[in-house]
């Protein structure tokens, strides 16, 4: 765009253009046929001194009006088409006539000395003002004449620009000093863009450079935008116009490069940028200090009366433009029926129509259209709560949140220090802008998820000691419900140390009798360690919560709960310090109760649901691990209770606590005592997690309780493998009798009286009686398995179809060792 810097005031004079070459990108016009943006375009006309020049015959500027390629003259919102348009090679004359007359205030086209239509009136924005001429063209070569001579004479003589007298024109003033360059800083949604556009409306001899300005150029110099994804904002407008330098920000860029070199007075509304100091200095490199004066303005705290005023009419404004909207689909036949009721209504008018030949059709017309004069004459005015509105709100937001999850923490507010001349605060004080400033990054620190956040190295490690803590205490539980591995806990008696010196021989063999007499005493001791009861355990008296004095563990009545328990206040402990430690904010120390399973999952790869608990409240849930985390009830964070260094044995003693009053308030008849946990597939077949690699690793585990069924959910996980791979399997046994792959199978079937019987694969190499249900299943119910009839093991088991043989971690279904059968 180009536009003359001497404006017509009055007189009448002539300016030309000759249209050299038109360009257009056939290959690119084949693979978008409905996107205009290589159409050449030429649009010849006048504009005022603040109007914009990329801008020119747009609809919604009402300052500028201009006759285009196409043969149309445009003039704020009318749009009439003069003539067929023009092609290569003629020459365009444009007659400004601001004389007396009948033709004053008029504007006329002269195609290769010819007059194109009537003379055109100027809008009314041109009264009083100068009206400057200006051309617009895309992928067009053009030649201008301003004089002194006309390129196509005229049927009439007439006076080029170049030659117009003193009296009759403006001359825009050259720029002298230095220009000025606007950097202003506000928050997002809160009034920043409109704040914006009133300084350029009082400022017209201000140019914008952004993003929002260059697509807003873009679309009303006649580009099509595509489809968006609607993650676009204000500040940051997704392009979409399928053209690279547009799309790539490269427009911008170049933008930035060239606006330096000329002498304007420019406005950067950047939102994100403006706010961030790094931002700051590299918009401030390219407007160096001895061309430009650099301003900074604060847009914060409480609006102007001028403002506020500003924001009303435009309110008002798109109240009356949605008002307008359903008088407008009904006056062109629309409503809010479905389109198949819309089109069976439409014929039924239609054939109603021609039975009466058009009459009904011409009185719903009058009918819709004196019912939208009606209408129109309702006044449209803004709601109390409109009018006290500071920010208005619009469509879409000014920043995205994912960027602003981002960036709000390294927000900050310009100083002079960063090499701005001037720092104006236009709607509130310093201290007041600071203040708001700072509470508004105080709120997002509570409100907003730190989405880049990773956990350190510190929790790294801890995590990983707490797992494999918890994974050693389970095997331990384990083994202390085994009764025949229980006997590995019980407690050796305590070797005499070594005497140095020597001993002679009859101490020497006093010594061996009592060493004698000691084994005789141990061997006449039950074998099995005696089983405390828990409940007379003094819990604070215990030094160490894996043995008890007999071997057994302070944990050896937790169930699936109570390990939940366990674990879940190990990782609300661990979350909450790393949190602090990781993100290393003063402001935000911690998190609220919305973002917990944001941050539980970010840390420990899984999800964290109350209801899983059996609760519906999250109170309820931090009632239920008081001792561990609480609730700051005036920031609503969570806040740990225990120091970083914390023991995990504490951990288990405030389980261990919490198990013996849930039990004391059930044997007292109060059932909300009792604990309903929801068993998850992860519950189910517990993984634990390394938090260097984030994958599962070891064998599956389970929080088992007491009695059988810890033994058969252990058995199930070690003979799964084997279930799903011996399922219909199996082969003749070279020594007799068929070889069963089933764990749950029934012992093979001897060929001979006498042979040994068949073996299960999961069991014992030698198998129960030839004929019977003998065999062993390894750690599967079943007959003939561990709690099943007649089983084998510890090769204590019979050979024939004798009694059943000793059963193998069971409390004793089997029968006692020892009891051999007869010979088959």
Partial sequence: SVRSSVGISSGRYLFEITVLELLENEDRRQHHPTQNSSKPSVRIGLSTSCSSTSLLGCKDEGDTCCFDNDGYFTSGNVVEKVDRGFIRGDTLGLLINRTDGPNANTVSLFKNGVRVGRPQRLPESFAGVAAYPTVTYRNTTLRLNLGPKPLSPLPFSCRMLMDASAEDVTVVPELTGKCQVVCPVGLPDQGFFDWVDLFLKDNPGFIEISDRKIFQ??????????????????DKPEPHFGVRLLDDFDVRTLLSHLAPATRRNYIVPELTGNLLSDKRKKLLSLFPAHTFERKSYIVLGEPTAAYKEYIQSLMLEEKKRQAAVPARRKRHGFDDAPPRERSRSRSRAHSQAEAEGGETKEKTNEDEAHKHTESGDKEITLSEEELATKYRKLCIPDITERVLAKTFAQFSLPSEDEGFDEICFPWSPDQACKDHFRSWVLQCKRTRLVEDLRPGEWFKEEWEKCQNKLEAWQKLQEKWKDPVKRKELQPKPAKEEKVAEKMDDGEAENKREEEAADEEKAADEPKEPKELDLDDVEISTVENVENLGNGQPLFSAFEYEDWVLLRTRIQLHLLLHSFKKDLNDPDRESFGESHLSFYFNKYFRTSINIKNFGLEKFSDFVELVKDTIDVEAETGF??????????LEGFVKSVEENRRERCQRLDAGDETAKLSFVRTTESRRREFTSPSRGHTQGRRRTFGGAGESSHRSRSRGRNAEDRQRSRGRDYRDERGGHRDYRDHGKGGKGKFEGG??????????????????GGYDKGVVGKGGCYGKGGYGDYYGGYGGGGGGYAYQDKGYGAPKGNFGGKG
């Fill in 217 to 234: 150029w873009a679309e009303k110099s006649g580009l099509w935008k595509g489809q968006t994804g609607g993650g676009g904002s204000n």
């Fill in 638 to 647: 969570l806040r740990p209770l225990l120091p970083t260094d914390a023991k």
């Fill in 756 to 773: 040994k019987g068949g073996s299960d694969y999961g069991g014992a190499r030698k198998g129960g009686p030839p004929m019977g249900k």
